[in-house]
DNA sequence: CGCATTGTTCGATGGTCGTCGAACAGTACG
DNA sequence: CGTACTGTTCGACGACCATCGAACAATGCG
């Protein structure tokens, strides 16, 4: 049992409903497909490379819903959060979904 | 451009998100899940089989979101509908997706 | 210390969603 | 024709969600 540090839930408490519930907004999507191909990245950098153009709040609160759905993982760095997926314990929940959503063409642009 | 019929939305506009947002709920996770192990059948035995206890105009508003996501095709047959996986269709938009969703675990069983 | 930068938290607001029962529609069967 | 079965549609209701600005906290820099 890993222990959980409040921030991030443990890998067993991973729940698909709740990881696909997640993605669904296209805000978050943006989020996490731009993580995959940029790697490691502190907030506003990663709002500004997915293109996102939300007020800072809201940006906050998507990331704290993808933090809590264990998708990513937080580290603090001076007065920045790095964001990063937590590829490996989201494939012990559900093998080949993040592949399968990052990897998804953006499609047909829609403006977020 | 393959031609909608009005139910079904045409391969090349699933969108994503949407297929998500689809998903995220637990009674139709639930029912995609049961539909891909027991294959093609009518919205009450679909709905038995997955052990969903909820009302049938509740079943029947998911049972719409699940098609016009174009997750699943419904073919009429007498009084009843057919309910089936979109699978090749799904695949065209998120290769790997439905895979990753149908073969994750039932996690610890979530009473719906 | 004072200021800028980076994010979070806190209401508030408007919209969407899941759920239900009741009413309706279509098909099959005597 | 009448009854039964299957499923849809229609409000309605309560809950949840995405969004914002304002206020706050924490760190770094001069």
Redesign the pocket.
Known sequence: MTASDGLHPATEDIRLPTVL??L?????LATVQTLAQVGES??????EAAGL?????????????L?EAGIIS?R???????LSLRRTDLDACCPGLLDAVTSARADSPQP?
């Not at 669904?24 to 978050?28: G, I, K, N, Q, T």
């Not at 153009?53 to 819903?65: C, E, G, M, N």
């Not at 603090?76 to 790095?82: E, S, V």
């Open positions: 519930a997640a669904a907004d296209p805000a978050r502190a907030c506003t950098q990663l709002q153009s939300i007020s800072r709040s809201t940006f906050s609160h998507h990331q704290k819903v933090r937080v603090i760095h001076g007065t920045q959060r790095l977020v």
